[in-house]
């Protein structure tokens, strides 16, 4: 289920994170609200963690904002990593519904204010009916199949 849960958090990444304008990397809606980049920088971050949580560590980084490109290259790169880990003949040292109710949840949080962000930027993200959607838990990179069901 953990896995399918990260080819979720892919597939609505890659849609999320798509079809971003120029600059939205530095896009802010308030004084002290987290840019895009910065929100993926988490995203990835939370990801790293649950790989390390998985492996029966605890370790956290606060990581600086990327480009937009390699930002969104470094989310599926960790996505790719943990998936390839909970996919692995080696244990998970952490409970995994500890894994999903950190890291995992949180990240599915994450990319749904950056669809929303997307949005207010002036590139809103089309809605979909996601239980239609073609997700594979072995698919976790940025190449996702085109939507099934999509909707305005």
Known sequence: MLQHTLATLAYRGAKAVGGAPEGFAEFR???????????????SDLLDWGLSLAKGG????????????????????????????LGSDLPIECPPEKVFQGPIADALTHIGQLAMLCRLAGAPVRGENY??????????????PA???EFD
């Not at 004084?31 to 988490?42: L, Q, Y």
């Not at 239980?131 to 996702?144: K, L, M, S, T, W």
């Open 147 to 149: 939507a099934v069901q």
């Open 58 to 85: 605890h370790e956290w980084h606060d990581s600086e904002p990327l480009d937009w490109n390699r930002g969104t290259l470094r989310f599926f790169d960790a996505i790719e990593a943990l998936g390839a880990y």
């Open 29 to 43: 809606v308030g004084d002290r609200s987290r840019t895009p980049g910065e929100i993926m920088a988490h995203v």
């Open 131 to 144: 239980f239609c959607a073609e997700i594979c838990a072995d698919r976790v990179g940025p190449d996702q």
